[in-house]
């Protein structure tokens, strides 16, 4: 007896059913395999994955893979203020790392700014002073200040009325306003809390009275020309040692007359040449405590070894050409008193490293230019 085998047989309709769910089920692979494929194309141009999700949702994928790389939009993405209308102004616009950015922006667009202008107002501030300059009616030719490179958004108010007063040109009014020329000297000075061996100090800038640099080396005697001990930071040593050297190869003798002095130290002084010589002497030559460099640590005063007075001596000479190329730089010179605010003082030097002291001495700027220039962020 054969068996007979049973074949199954589907209907028609369930044919065209799995047929249907087949098709569909290949669709969705395809649909899968694009969409993991942009994900990756977004993500290799530099968009985050929230952005990715918002691209999405937005159905502005094709927008995004024909702009490319771009740090705005991939923040206005990102942001629970983004506005679809602004969508063509955000690419335009320069990025800045600053919490607030596009509700920022939205809020400049709304009032008229061009993305130009946008782009300059987000460059010369942080979060705070454009979160603060949005709230403000709109300013007219605010490029004249701002399109110098150092310029605070902060202190636009400033530069305007600087210039109305001064009538100076607004590269020199930025300059100025930085460097606090618009107020008295002493007046609302900036107490520096954070030390870092570029500090500027001034009679606009302060440090505290308990300050002390934490990297003090004692200079040799032999190099000292000074009834004590003679310290200042360990790289200023190192570096006059250096100096020295080079200086005694042509027959010539550095001394070190003064280095560190601590806020106490400075009171001294500026009491001493007060009773002996009145105020204007000291507002002219001596700093008032808080004020001096040299609690720094970074600054000392030259001698020469053969010579009382340092302007008179070949060191001074050798000085004046050559300090530069060991990080040295005259701090206070005669030509440059007016943006100094001290008379000039050939014998003190400030350590600022090779670089800094070259390009100074190549442009022939203090380094009070230089900081608010480079440094001053």
Same mark, same amino acid.
């Given at each position: 007896?054969t +068996?007979?085998?049973?074949?199954?047989?589907?209907?028609? *309709?369930?044919k065209?059913?799995?047929?249907?769910?087949?098709i569909?089920?290949?669709?969705?692979?395809?649909?899968?395999?694009?969409?993991?494929?942009k994900?990756?194309?977004?993500?290799?141009?530099?968009?985050?994955?929230?952005?990715?999700d918002? @691209?999405?949702?937005?159905?502005?994928?094709?927008?995004?893979?024909?702009?490319?790389?771009? *740090?705005?939009?991939?923040?206005a993405?990102?942001?629970?203020?983004?506005?679809?209308?602004?969508?063509?102004?955000?690419?335009?616009?320069e990025?800045q790392?600053?919490?607030?950015?596009i509700?920022?922006?939205?809020? /400049?667009?709304?009032?008229? &700014?061009k993305?130009?202008?946008?782009?300059?107002?987000l460059?010369? !501030?942080?979060n705070?002073?454009?979160?603060?300059?949005?709230?403000?009616?709109?300013?007219?030719?605010?490029?004249?200040?701002?399109?110098?490179?150092?310029?605070?958004?902060?202190?636009?108010?400033?530069?305007v009325?600087? +210039?109305?007063?001064?009538?100076?040109d607004a590269e020199?009014t930025?300059? &100025?306003?930085?460097?606090d020329?618009?107020?008295?000297?002493?007046?609302?000075p900036?107490? @520096?809390?954070?030390f870092?061996? =570029?500090?500027?100090?001034?009679?606009?800038?302060?440090?505290?009275? =308990?300050?002390v640099?934490?990297?003090?080396?004692?200079?040799d005697?032999?190099?000292?020309?000074?009834?004590?001990?003679?310290?200042?930071?360990?790289?200023?040593?190192?570096a006059?040692?250096?100096?020295?050297?080079?200086?005694?190869e042509?027959?010539?003798?550095?001394?070190?007359?003064?280095?560190y002095?601590?806020?106490?130290?400075?009171?001294? @002084?500026?009491?001493?040449?007060?009773?002996?010589?009145?105020?204007?002497?000291?507002?002219?030559?001596?700093?008032?405590p !808080?004020?001096?460099?040299?609690?720094t640590?970074?600054?000392?005063?030259?001698?020469? !070894?053969?010579?009382?007075?340092?302007?008179?001596?070949?060191?001074?000479?050798?000085?004046?050409?050559?300090?530069? /190329?060991y !990080?040295?730089?005259?701090?206070?010179p005669?030509s440059?008193?007016?943006?100094?605010?001290?008379k000039?003082?050939?014998?003190h030097?400030r350590?600022?490293g090779?670089?800094?002291?070259?390009?100074?001495?190549?442009?022939d700027?203090?380094?009070?230019?230089?900081?608010?220039?480079?440094?001053?962020?």
């Amino acid at each position: 007896m054969t +068996q007979k085998k049973l074949k199954l047989k589907l209907k028609p *309709k369930f044919k065209k059913i799995f047929l249907v769910i087949g098709i569909i089920l290949v669709i969705l692979l395809i649909l899968l395999f694009i969409y993991l494929n942009k994900r990756g194309e977004l993500s290799s141009l530099g968009y985050s994955d929230k952005a990715i999700d918002s @691209i999405f949702q937005k159905f502005k994928v094709s927008y995004v893979e024909e702009v490319g790389e771009n *740090k705005m939009i991939n923040a206005a993405f990102e942001s629970k203020d983004y506005k679809e209308k602004n969508l063509e102004s955000y690419e335009k616009i320069e990025y800045q790392d600053q919490k607030d950015i596009i509700k920022n922006v939205n809020t /400049l667009l709304d009032k008229g &700014y061009k993305t130009s202008e946008i782009s300059l107002i987000l460059s010369r !501030g942080d979060n705070d002073s454009v979160t603060e300059f949005a709230k403000r009616d709109k300013v007219n030719y605010l490029d004249e200040f701002l399109s110098v490179d150092y310029a605070k958004l902060k202190n636009l108010d400033r530069y305007v009325a600087y +210039q109305e007063q001064e009538h100076e040109d607004a590269e020199t009014t930025v300059l &100025y306003v930085n460097l606090d020329f618009d107020k008295e000297d002493y007046e609302d000075p900036l107490e @520096i809390t954070d030390f870092d061996p =570029d500090v500027l100090v001034n009679k606009h800038r302060q440090l505290t009275e =308990d300050y002390v640099p934490e990297d003090l080396e004692t200079f040799d005697e032999e190099d000292t020309k000074a009834d004590e001990k003679v310290k200042a930071n360990k790289e200023v040593v190192d570096a006059f040692a250096e100096m020295k050297e080079a200086a005694s190869e042509e027959g010539l003798t550095l001394m070190v007359s003064s280095g560190y002095r601590s806020y106490q130290d400075q009171e001294e @002084i500026t009491n001493t040449y007060l009773e002996a010589y009145g105020q204007n002497y000291v507002n002219n030559y001596v700093a008032k405590p !808080g004020f001096s460099e040299h609690q720094t640590g970074m600054s000392i005063d030259v001698a020469s !070894g053969t010579e009382n007075i340092f302007v008179e001596s070949d060191e001074y000479s050798w000085m004046m050409d050559n300090a530069y /190329l060991y !990080g040295f730089i005259l701090r206070y010179p005669k030509s440059k008193e007016d943006i100094t605010g001290y008379k000039c003082e050939a014998w003190h030097y400030r350590y600022v490293g090779k670089k800094i002291a070259s390009y100074i001495k190549e442009h022939d700027i203090t380094y009070d230019e230089y900081y608010v220039m480079f440094l001053d962020k």
